[in-house]
C-alpha cells in the first residue's frame, strides 16, 4: 500500500513572510480576497497588517470576521452566503485554527454546494472539487492549519467537535510569518505550542506513522521542545522558533493522523469551550503513559529530541518515563494547569467518554482502546 502525502503548492517563512501575498494575488489572477478573521484580531489591528499590503498594491478585499473560537455549523454556512455575495474569487484566512477552519469549510462547501449541510462533510468526506484558493496566515505557533488537510466544526445542537478530512482543503500558499504572531498573549502561546507539541508526539507515535513523517515529527519536536519557553517570553528567536516548528509536525499529522489526545480534548471543548491547546497539554502526559507499552523505542527518541541526556543509557522503561517526565515539566514551565479538576463535571464523564471514542482521531491511536479505558483516562485527571 502507498503512503500519500499532501502538502501546500507553495509556502513562505520568516520575518516579513507576509510581504508575498500581493506578489502571489496578481501573479495567480487574482481579483478579489475575501478576508476570514476573527474580531480581536481586527480590534487590536493584525489583520490590518494584511490588509494594508493588499491596499498598497489597490487590491480589493472584504473583510468577514463572523468568526468563533471554535466554528459552528451557522458561522460557516453564513460565510459561504456571505462569500458568495461578495464577489471575491479566492480566501484569505488570518489567524489561529478558527478562522482557518471557518475559511476550510467555505472553500470546501463553495466549490462542493451539494455538501452545505456542514454535517456531511464529517469525517473523509467524498467532494471532488478543489475548494477555493486559501492563502493562509497564521497568527498561532499551534494547530498548523495552514499547512493541513483537516478542519474542526463545532455542532452546538449535539455539543460535539467534527473533525473534517479533506485533500482538497489544503491552502495553496501559507505565509508563515512570526510577526504575525508576536502579540499573542502568555496563555495563548503556551496554549498553542502545547498543541503543536501534542501533534508532533501523537503524529509519530500513530499508527499510521511512517519514515518521512517519522523525519518531520522528530524534528518538530526538537524545535518545540527548544523554542517554545522562549515564545512564552515574547523572544524573537523563540517567536521564530515556533513558528517554523508547529508546520513542520503540521507537514507530518496531516498526513499520518493523531490519536486519543485529541479525541479526548475535542470534546472538551464542543462542551466546555475549552481552549484545544490547554486540554490537550493536560492530557497529552497522562495518555503518553497509557499508551507507552505499544511504543516500542519511539519514546527514547521523544525524549533524545527534548534534550533529555543519557537516553541512550537508560532502559526502555526508564527511557519512556524520561519522555513524559519531560513534556510535563515543558507543560508546567509554560503555566499550563495540571488536571482536569476545573474543567470537567463528573456527570458528563460518560458522555466525553462516548464522544471521544467515536472521534475521528482515536483509530489512528497505538494503542486500540475503549469507551471504559477513555473514562477511566478523564477520572484519572480529575
Known sequence: MANRFVLNETSYHGKGAIASIADEAIGRGFHKAFVCSDPDLLKFGVTQKVTDILESKGLAYEIYSDIKANPTIENCQHGV????????????????????????????????????????????APTKNKAVPIFAVPTTAGTAAEVTINYVITDAEKN??????????????????????????????????????????????TKGAWALSDMFHLKAIEIISQNLRGAVANTPEGREGMALGQYVAGMGFSNVGLGIVHSMAHPLGALYDTPHGVANAIILPTVMEYNAPATGEKYRDIAKA?????????????ARKAAIDAVRQLSQDVGIPADLSQIVKREDLDFLAQSAFDDACRPGNPRDTSVAEIKALYESLL
Open 81 to 124: 452566503d456571505a462569500f458568495k455575495a461578495s464577489g471575491a474569487d479566492y480566501l484569505i484566512a488570518i489567524g489561529g485554527g478558527s478562522s482557518m477552519d471557518t475559511a476550510k469549510a467555505i472553500g470546501i462547501v463553495t466549490a462542493n454546494p451539494d455538501f452545505y449541510d456542514i454535517r456531511s462533510l464529517e469525517g473523509v
Open 160 to 205: 460535539r467537535k467534527m473533525v473534517c478530512v479533506d485533500v482538497h482543503d489544503i491552502p495553496v500558499v501559507a505565509f508563515v510569518d512570526p510577526d504575525m504572531m508576536s502579540s499573542m498573549p502568555k496563555g495563548l502561546t503556551a496554549a498553542t505550542g502545547m498543541d503543536a507539541l501534542t501533534h508532533a508526539i501523537e503524529g509519530y507515535i
Open 306 to 318: 527534548m534534550g533529555v541526556p543519557g537516553v541512550d543509557d537508560m532502559s526502555l522503561e526508564d
